[in-house]
C-alpha cells in the first residue's frame, strides 16, 4: 500500500494563524469595566459583525485592541504577535488599522494629504508614500478625481471612502471599523459596504461594529452579540440562534448585565 501524500486528502489542510485573536479582554474607565472578558477571533479574508445596543461596550472593545484603551486583563494577539502591551503605534506597524466613528477626517486638508497622513507612523521614503497614493487612486478613482479639494467638500459617503481609505494606506492585515452606516442614506451605505466586501475578498480580516443589525449580520461571516461589556453571543451569522439573541438584546427581551 502507497503512502499517504500530502494534497491528496489524506492529511487536513493546516488551519489559518488568526490574523486577530482577543483573549478574555477587560477594560475600562478608571473603576468602571467597559470590556469585561470578552473573546473572539478573526482569521484573514473574513468579516466578523459585533452588535450591541448603544453602551454595550462596542467601541470600547476597539479601543482596547487598538491601544488607545488600556487592557486590564486578556490578550491582544495580532498575526500570531502579542501586542498587548505595545503602544498604538507599534500596533499599526504589525499590521492593525482602525476607522473610527464619525469619519474623522481631516476636513480642512485636501484628500491627498488626508491619505498621507495614514502613512505616518510607517515613516516611509517618499517614493514608497507616492506609491501608495497612486495606488489608493487606482482603488478608489472618486478619490483620485478629489485628491486637491479639502475633505470638507466631500458627501458624507465619499468622506466614508476617505476615511476607510486613510486606513489602508498603512497597508493593514485586520481592519476595524466602528459604525461606518452612522449618517449615510443606504444607497450610499450600499457603496460602503461593497468596498468593505472587496475588502475582505482580499483576505483583509474585518471587525465591523454596526447598529443596522440585519444588514451587519448578512455581511458578516460571524457574529459576536455584547452586553453590558459581555459576549452573550458568538458564532456564525448564519446561525439562526444569533438573530434570536440579537432581536432579545435590541427589543430588551432579556435583563442587560450590570456595567
Do not use: W
Amino acid at each position: 500500500m502507497s503512502e499517504p501524500q500530502v494534497g491528496d486528502g489524506a492529511f487536513p489542510a493546516p488551519a489559518l494563524v488568526p490574523a486577530l485573536r482577543v483573549e478574555s479582554l477587560t477594560a475600562g474607565y478608571g473603576d468602571l469595566m467597559a470590556v469585561r472578558q470578552v473573546s473572539f477571533e478573526v482569521a484573514p479574508g473574513s468579516l466578523l459583525t459585533v452588535l450591541g445596543r448603544n453602551g454595550a461596550g462596542k467601541t470600547s472593545t476597539l479601543l482596547a485592541i487598538t491601544g488607545f484603551m488600556r487592557a486590564r486583563e486578556g490578550r491582544v494577539v495580532l498575526l500570531g504577535e502579542d501586542v498587548t502591551a505595545q503602544p498604538v503605534q507599534k500596533r499599526i506597524l504589525a499590521g492593525l488599522s482602525c476607522v473610527q466613528e464619525g469619519r474623522r477626517i481631516f476636513r480642512k486638508l485636501t484628500v491627498a494629504e488626508n491619505l498621507l497622513i495614514g502613512t505616518v507612523p510607517l515613516r516611509l521614503p517618499r517614493s514608497e508614500r507616492n506609491s501608495r497614493l497612486q495606488a489608493t487612486y487606482e482603488r478608489f478613482p472618486l478619490l483620485a478625481d478629489k485628491r486637491n479639494e479639502t475633505a470638507d467638500r466631500l458627501s458624507g459617503g465619499q468622506q466614508q471612502v476617505l476615511a476607510i481609505a486613510q486606513a489602508l494606506m498603512s497597508s493593514p492585515k485586520v481592519l476595524l471599523l466602528d459604525e461606518p452606516s452612522a449618517g449615510l442614506a443606504p444607497a450610499v451605505l450600499d457603496s460602503v459596504m461593497e468596498t468593505v466586501r472587496h475588502l475582505k475578498d482580499e483576505g483583509l480580516a474585518v471587525v465591523l461594529v454596526e447598529q443596522l443589525v440585519t444588514r451587519a449580520m448578512r455581511e458578516a461571516d460571524n457574529v459576536a452579540i455584547l452586553e453590558g461589556g459581555r459576549i452573550v453571543h458568538y458564532g456564525p451569522a448564519s446561525d439562526a440562534a444569533a438573530l434570536q439573541v440579537a432581536r432579545e438584546v435590541y427589543l430588551s427581551e432579556r435583563p442587560q448585565a450590570p456595567v
